[in-house]
């Protein structure tokens, strides 16, 4: 069973078109072609579909890193530290 953490990178991977080397704490909403808007509404639905939350039109604006999505999803209860 993969972690939380391997969900997340893995998630981003697949909504983004991204490799591996590519997916980063510095990655960041509008620093990569890929992560434009239209990436960012497929990356919010992956997220939501890989952790099974809901989230809304504002938090939707907070996620615009990875920093900031882990500690979003962190928010709606999905744990990364202690799984």
């Known amino acids: 069973m993969m972690k939380n953490i391997e969900k997340y990178r893995s998630a981003f991977m697949d909504a983004l078109e991204l490799e591996e080397d ?22 919010i639905s992956t997220m939501e579909e890989v952790f099974e939350v809901s989230i809304d039109a504002e938090w939707m604006t907070e996620f615009d890193s990875y920093k900031a999505g882990k500690e979003l999803l962190n928010r709606l209860g999905v744990d990364f530290v202690n799984e």
């Open 22 to 43: 590519q997916v980063s704490e510095e990655l960041a909403l509008g620093e990569t072609r890929e992560w434009d808007s239209l990436g960012h509404m497929i990356l």
